[in-house]
């Protein structure tokens, strides 16, 4: 199994990014998928999961701003962050669940400047 993700870097505060997370060895559209971050010192936190038809869920903090989707053919979920801050400054990891088992990425930076 195998959950590669990309799209992090540096922006200022108001812009927008756009993460991918391509999956290999599951199968991919009946797993829920996750965006998770974790800043310094901080806990790792739910940010948004999407299951394989299509339902969302998101953290109060990126209601409005993030956006998660998913592509079951390409086996790859997205999460479009627009409106960022300095706040959401933190490592995304996906993650992929099914029952009592979990995948995890290694995870992408995301900097946000004020």
């Known amino acids: 199994v195998q959950l590669q993700a990309s799209g992090g870097g540096l922006v200022q505060a108001g812009g927008s990014l756009r993460l991918s997370c391509a999956a290999s060895?599951?199968?991919?559209?009946?797993?829920?998928m996750g965006w998770y971050r974790q800043a310094p010192g901080k806990q790792r936190e739910l940010v948004a999961t999407i299951t394989g038809g299509g339902s969302t869920n998101y953290a109060d903090s990126v209601k409005g701003r993030f956006s998660i989707s998913r592509d079951n053919v390409k086996n790859t979920v997205y999460l479009q962050m627009n409106s960022l801050k300095p706040e959401d400054t933190a490592v995304y990891y996906c993650?992929?669940?099914?029952?009592?088992?979990?995948?995890w990425g290694q995870g992408t930076q995301v900097t946000v400047s004020s």
């Open positions: 060895g599951i199968m991919f559209s009946i797993h829920v």
């Open positions: 993650k992929a669940a099914l029952w009592s088992r979990e995948y």
